[in-house]
């Protein structure tokens, strides 16, 4: 369970970085893009999470990459998704492939 956590606490790390790295450049649209992302429910699935977790623990280059691409493409607009959950959807579909 712990782990799961540690994972949500790492994503919004890195997306609350992207966010104050966003603002500084005075790049607002993409900012708020982030910024709603980030206030959206933050509950991951557990049955999801244990398929992720293998790249999370200990964390993986693979994983990292994910998590990048993937929050590039919130701030740009080319990724939306609706919470947590869907968003580690989309890390796993990456992981998966």
Do not use: C, W
Request: a positive charge; glycine letters at 4%.
């Amino acid at each position: 369970m712990s782990t799961k956590i540690d994972f949500t606490v790492y994503v919004k790390g890195k997306l609350n970085h992207q966010l104050a790295t966003l603002l500084a450049a005075n790049d607002v649209e993409s900012a708020q893009r982030v910024q709603r992302f980030l206030q959206t429910d933050d509950h991951v699935h557990s049955g999801t999470f244990a398929h992720v977790e293998p790249y999370f623990k200990p964390i993986t280059p693979k994983l990292m990459l994910a998590v990048r691409n993937l929050n590039n493409e919130i701030a740009t607009g080319a990724s939306a998704p609706a919470n947590f959950h869907k968003y580690t959807l989309a890390i796993l579909a990456v992981l998966q492939a």
